[in-house]
């Protein structure tokens, strides 16, 4: 049986492991290859990498680290941030990511995403899409949550799925950072009415909002970062919970746990 | 000396480091004598079966391929393309294995299958120690039909073909070297038990 994926997410500033609170408020969380080794050996089923600065100047420190990465680790990561061209992402995939995200700049260009498809395949294209629920609708928001869009969220994921992004990155602003439950009915909302694979983020606060998220929000995979980097919740013990609620997921062989 | 078949596919990098990771010497290549001489090959890729098997006959590693003698590993599309024929741009593949790749017809399960799921394997020192928890990691829209080939099983929407051989012919599905510690034990088989 397909398992459910659980995801630690790395926010990436200068080569180090941020965590901020609601967008803003960064606190340093450590060594990313370091951080990611350690996820990968307790049975974390993917990564993602999100480069919150993603200057130009900066852009070859992350290609660095890509580098570096996929050097140590053996299970896939997907790289966001800043990604704006086909060669942006060509350098991300290139220097050793499975898959990228996108997200502002495939709104303000939507044939980006069916750009980097054709070339690379549809499965290494995460469209990401930050939400938030404003006047009874989910809508897009972009520029990490800054800018309102004219985007529903539903209509853009289908939109993004026809244009042929692999997997859907939805991710609740109004949770990000509060620990209060993932977007359970956006989430699966989404999931219904797309064919692809979504991955719920913000708002994992317990290892209940987890089998919520998976069971009532139809969602794939699961992203969190704060609960995993601060040691609050390890990704062992969420698996073992998970699979006594009967949720299908992957323990890793009892050496690494 | 492993030689990793460099033919334009994707993820071909991955396979080099986790070869590396423990400790194997590997080369991506398209050179024909290089790849004669190696002691093991493997035949990655991720892309479009059609485009794939284009650049295979453009760089003549297809006929090739079908004449190593070494044990030679396909990886996901690597397997795709050592069958008969795929549905994928309706193109003819190296026919090593008689199986036909077809699309996974669309229900309500999404397409790709995309994550980690188990594998039902024979008793083949390839998979010797691998143990009950033997999820893969998985990334494809395609699948191999079940044939006398198949020597393990998986299933996604229909049970298909994970794991096929034939005399120095060996093919997964699954990405090994993205599939953490279980992976690398395969990898390990396939180094030190083929």
Redesign the interface.
């Known amino acids: 049986?397909?398992?459910k994926?659980i995801i630690p997410c790395l926010d990436i500033k200068d080569g180090r492991t941020v965590k901020g609170i609601n967008f803003l408020g960064l606190r340093d969380a450590g060594d990313p290859v370091e951080l990611a080794a350690k996820y990968?050996?307790q049975?974390a089923?993917e990564l993602v990498f999100l480069d919150i600065t993603a200057t130009i100047e900066k852009r070859k420190t992350l290609i660095e680290l890509v580098e570096r990465i996929?050097?140590?680790i053996?299970?896939?990561f997907t790289v966001g941030g800043g990604i704006r061209t086909v060669e942006d992402a060509a350098a991300l995939?290139?220097a050793?990511a499975?898959k990228i995200s996108i997200n502002s700049a495939a709104v303000k260009r939507p044939t980006l995403i069916s750009e980097i498809a054709r070339q690379?395949?549809?499965?290494?294209v995460v469209l990401a899409i930050d939400t938030n629920y404003i006047a009874n609708r989910w809508k897009v928001f972009i520029h990490g949550g800054k800018t309102e869009t004219d985007w529903l969220t539903l209509d853009w994921a289908k939109e993004g799925e026809r244009l042929g992004a692999?997997?859907i990155l939805l991710t609740s602003m109004t949770k990000d950072g509060t620990k209060s439950g993932f977007a359970v009915d956006i989430t699966g909302q989404v999931s219904e009415q797309v064919?692809?694979?979504v991955i719920a983020s913000g708002g994992a606060g317990t290892k209940a909002h987890f089998t919520e998220v998976f069971q009532a929000g139809k969602a794939?995979?699961a992203l969190a970062a704060s609960i995993f980097h601060f040691g609050e919740i390890p990704v062992p013990e969420l698996k073992l919970y998970l699979r006594e609620q009967g949720v299908p997921v992957?323990?890793?062989?009892?050496?690494?746990i | 000396m492993i030689a990793i078949i460099n033919y334009e596919a994707?993820?071909i990098?991955?396979v080099k480091?986790?070869l590396?990771?423990l400790g194997a010497e590997a080369i991506v290549t398209e050179d024909i004598t290089a790849i004669r001489q190696a002691d093991k090959v493997i035949f990655p890729g991720?892309?479009?079966a059609s485009f794939c098997m284009k650049k295979l006959r453009e760089k003549k590693l297809d006929e090739e391929i079908k004449k190593l003698k070494q044990p030679v590993l396909g990886i996901c599309l690597g397997l795709q393309l050592l069958c008969d024929h795929s549905e994928e741009g309706n193109t003819p593949g190296l026919g090593i294995f008689p199986n036909r790749v077809k699309k996974f017809p669309?229900g309500n399960e999404?397409?790709?299958?995309?994550?980690?799921?188990?594998t039902q394997f024979e008793d083949l020192p390839l998979f010797q120690g691998l143990?009950e928890?033997s999820?893969f990691?998985f990334?494809h829209?395609y699948y191999a039909e079940l044939g006398a080939f198949t020597t393990g099983t998986t299933?996604?929407i229909l049970p298909f073909s994970s794991c096929l051989q034939k005399d120095n012919f060996y093919a997964v599905q699954f990405?090994p070297?993205?599939?953490?510690?279980?992976?690398?034990n395969f990898l390990k088989n396939f180094l030190e038990k083929i």
């Open positions: 049986m397909l398992k994926r990968a050996k049975g089923d996929s050097h140590y053996n299970i896939p995939l290139q050793g499975d690379f395949g549809n499965q290494c692999g997997e064919n692809i694979p794939d995979a992957r323990l890793a062989i009892k050496e690494n | 994707g993820n990098k991955s480091n986790a590396n990771r991720v892309g479009d669309q999404k397409v790709p299958h995309m994550g980690w799921n188990d143990g928890c999820d990691y990334v829209g299933e996604y990405h070297e993205k599939s953490g510690t279980v992976g690398e």
